[in-house]
């Protein structure tokens, strides 16, 4: 697992020499990994299959590799003739893809074949899960030759996702020995794995990952570097080894410390934080799409460089996470009086009918919101705890301004205010915009307020006395 010379490193670039498949031909191609772009160059003299440049999903391979090639995109292509002839003609093409993602395997691998669940390798996991008894009931029992592999001596955690899976926290066992240098031990780097109750198509792979990264990057408190990510197939060759390759480029910064740790059985937990509810992923997993795009797009707008973007970003999803509505009469009962007053509506109004009706429709949506944004938020303000709240150079009498200042760059009003002013708003619902995502997973409330000073930028919302 994650050797060295098997598995693609993510942040290493890399160049083969491919065979390319169309259909039943094979053409010559270059396929180039980096961080910062992944691409595939196809060439040759043959004609490609119609459609092969509008490919979606390409399969190539070397001598002892085989990858899997998805979101395509080509922005390159060209042809020209080399001989013309009645009975003799010669042409030459070149296309380039942009590639998305790739699946790497030192077997025959195809695109009918199912993922088991994949593996990632991070420095970040280490910080995450911190200093436990686990890790040292591990070294006692290597010394104690009392060490059992592939056994719950090496599980940190595991936890059912109802309906999805499982994912668990691993140690990967290295020892070494080497008498010329007088020295050996083991190494024990912490893994985090998810399994699939059902095996995934392998195009879904890459949506599947992200799930679980954009989770991830809500604990972490921003993007965080992977070395290597390993797939699991359940392939029958126990020397088989599949890994994923993707570009990394647009990541925001790497994180000191996890906003949010695991903190389950620690050695010595001298912050103190509070334990990480494990639930907490069963509850995101059992989130519908839409739902845990909130977790994506606010991982999207944490990377933009612009404090105005970003203060846009999170207050729309705020608003999205705290969204309440009540009625200022009741809806039944409205609904059966606009109904019977449709025809009368349209005579005394000298409207038409398809007016009337949207005329209508309004006023059922309008008695749905008496509620406004700036209630909404507030109240969700006022649910958090004492403790947050006061140490907070901002409040509740704050979020009629902060609601303007919204609505006047939304609209395009004249406004007026410095970059410093709008950055402590953008980190003030930034603060408030992180705790509505963790109680989206059902995280309480006062486990939430305890870390929230560790958000990046809480310094300029913080009450100094």
């Known amino acids: 697992m994650f050797d060295e010379d098997e598995i693609l490193k993510l942040d290493e670039k890399y160049s083969f020499d491919v065979s390319v498949r169309d259909d039943n031909k094979r053409f010559a191609g270059k396929l180039t990994l980096s961080p910062e772009k992944c691409t595939l160059r196809v060439m040759g003299e043959r004609q490609t299959s119609y459609s092969f440049y509008e490919s979606s ?84 029992k290597y010394h104690g030759q009392k060490l059992s592999l592939f056994s719950e001596d090496t599980l940190e955690f595991t936890h059912l996702l109802e309906g999805y899976g499982i994912i668990m926290a691993f140690y990967q066992l290295e020892t070494h020995s080497n008498v010329l ?129 970003r203060f846009l970003g999170y207050f729309r999803l705020l608003e999205k996470l705290t969204y309440k509505t009540k009625s200022y009469v009741k809806s039944e009962s409205l609904e059966v009086i606009l109904k019977k007053s449709e025809s009368y509506l349209a005579k005394r109004l000298q409207g038409n009918k398809k007016n009337i009706k949207s005329l209508i429709s309004r006023i059922s949506r309008l008695n749905d919101s008496k509620y406004n944004t700036e209630k909404c938020i507030g109240d969700f303000y006022e649910s958090l705890p004492s403790s947050l709240k006061d140490g907070m150079f901002y409040n509740k009498s704050d979020l009629q301004k902060i609601c303007k200042l919204r609505n006047d760059i939304t609209h395009a009003n004249d406004y007026i205010i410095d970059n410093e002013k709008l950055s402590k708003y953008t980190s003030f619902i930034n603060v408030l915009l992180y705790l509505a995502l963790l109680n989206k997973i059902r995280i309480s409330p006062e486990v939430s307020a305890s870390v929230a000073h560790r958000l990046d930028r809480y310094h300029l919302v913080q009450k100094f006395d």
């Open 57 to 140: 999903q390409i399969e190539c391979s070397t001598f002892d590799k085989s990858f899997t090639l998805f979101e395509l995109s080509i922005n390159y292509q060209s042809s020209q003739s080399l001989r013309t002839s009645v009975d003799d003609n010669v042409g030459f093409f070149e296309y380039e893809f942009d590639v998305g993602f790739v699946i790497c395997s030192d077997e025959d691998f195809n695109l009918n074949q199912n993922a088991a669940g994949f593996t990632i390798d991070s420095p970040m996991i280490k910080k995450w899960i911190g200093y436990t008894n686990k890790q040292q009931e591990l070294i006692d």
């Open 181 to 309: 240098s007088f020295s050996s031990g083991i190494r024990f780097p912490p893994k985090l794995s998810i399994e699939f109750g059902s095996p995934k198509p392998i195009s879904e792979l890459h949506n599947e990952f992200k799930k679980s990264y954009d989770l991830m990057t809500l604990f972490v408190g921003a993007d965080f570097k992977i070395d290597a990510i390993e797939v699991s197939t359940g392939s029958h060759s126990f020397s088989s080894k599949t890994c994923v390759y993707f570009t990394s480029n647009n990541k925001t910064y790497e994180p000191d410390y996890p906003v949010l740790p695991l903190s389950h059985n620690l050695r010595f937990n001298d912050l103190p934080l509070p334990e990480l509810p494990l639930e907490s992923f069963g509850n995101y997993y059992n989130l519908s799409e839409a739902e845990r795009s909130v977790f994506s797009r606010y991982l999207r707008y944490k990377r933009m460089k612009s404090d105005e973007e």
